[in-house]
DNA sequence: ACATTTGCCTAAAGGCTATAGGCAACCTAG
DNA sequence: CTAGGTTGCCTATAGCCTTTAGGCAAATGT
């Protein structure tokens, strides 16, 4: 009998594949057993079980994002950057909506110490090199990008701004034009309303 | 044989509850089923199957958050409003993790548009009217606020700022101030980096 | 060529969802 | 208070997904 070819990278990356064409919820091991026209339990000789499968995806978005980041920052600063990294997030998602939902899942702790997160991280904080920002201020700032980034993908994602005016596109755009002032006037500790 | 009196409300509350103590994803007719000592197949007098089980408890969650959101709002304006606004979803996810999951689901557009969904929109638009702010850029801002909260929100909740200084609630009050700095500032149009 | 490893198989069990059909508990009328 | 109808929960069944155990054959290397 013909053998398949099988090995945990591919049956991985036909994982992605299925997840951004039909969900990640789509994405079972009895599913991919039929892409491959094999026997489910054939894949237990690849993997764990099925999270290893999920997680293994979350991993392998989170690299392809963290790739795609740093070459769009590179050679660029202040809000070419800013727009640059959110861009980068957002067009991922639209391109790649299971895989992004696959990074969205949440890690155990060594897996997420394993993982590109650190990356992440340290790239909004590259960003923030184009603006005057002190620590804690600093690490609050990466907290604010990275939670606008993914609060606005994962709203636009779920279909939140698609029925009204105006464009998602314009939104996003002003809130990055948003951010980037708030970045270059970042208010003092205690400044708030009179 | 002793009727054990289910009604859809009582499920969908149990739901709910199981969703807290369990996590979203443990909600299952079966786990239901167990709770309330019943067979499987007597859930389905209730419930036509158990997305409508997922999608009421959404809708539950929804509804809860906007009646908190409502009663918080009442004769606060300005960053006392925004904070207000912004706990509610903050201390709902952390008392409610489960149900704060399910109103992450994405519903259809029927539902959506039957859901408390419109409520919240409302309230973020009544948080800015402490604002100086005219369309569009007043919708600009209300998606940023979503985009924010619900993204600081998802983060936290996975973990995301678990185990790092600063301490989380630091960052969340410095982000509000941030966001108040910001509507009080918000830039015109064009306005952007030399 | 033979022995070993490896890849995919069959078989089987357990869990969740869903549908069909039945009986008994409850409600309502007369 | 009992006859009838309705409703609530039941049993039975079937399909799909996961996971484990154990077996045969294809690939590998000596």
Redesign the pocket.
Known sequence: ???????TERVVRAGAELADEAGFDAV????L?RRF??????L???L????ELRTRIALLALEEMADRAAAALAGRSGRDALAALGDVYRDYAHQHPGRYAAAQLRLDPETAAASAGRRHSEMARAVLRGYDLAEPDRTHAVRLLGSVFSGYVGLELGGGFAHSAPDSAQSWTRILDSLDALLRNWPATEERSP
């Open positions: 009998m013909a053998r398949a070819g099988l090995t079972t091991l009895s599913a057993a026209d094999v026997k489910v339990a054939s237990y000789s690849h764990k079980n099925s999270q």
